[in-house]
């Protein structure tokens, strides 16, 4: 029996940064369910389970800090913070990167947030 994908929502305020996230990610071989906005997010939130959620660097830190209240009240998951650049992290996420480290860091970041091992073995 193989192994299911790792669910991820994946959230942002910006479309376009959302739909190349969820490319970028179901090409990596996980399952994505994408949320644009505060509000989509916290229905996801509340009628659905995921393995992990990816805060996106477009929402407004005061946002962010808000959805992972909605995250940690409705879902026991992993969270992993997207941040503007020289942004400090938000406390309460498992793992935070910036966002402008490019598409192989946030793959590496979500191994490392699942606790998965990259393909290098790293």
Known sequence: MANRAPSILSISYDESLLRTREWLLRASGYLVTSALGFTEA????????FDLVII??????????????????????????????GEEPIAGVHHSVESAEGPDVLIAAVKATLGQKSASGD
């Open 42 to 49: 916290a229905v996801h939130c509340s009628n659905s389970a």
């Open 56 to 85: 996106g660097h477009s929402i407004p830190r005061n946002d962010r800090v808000a959805l992972i209240e909605q995250v940690r009240a409705h879902n026991h998951t992993r969270i992993l913070s997207l941040r503007r650049q």
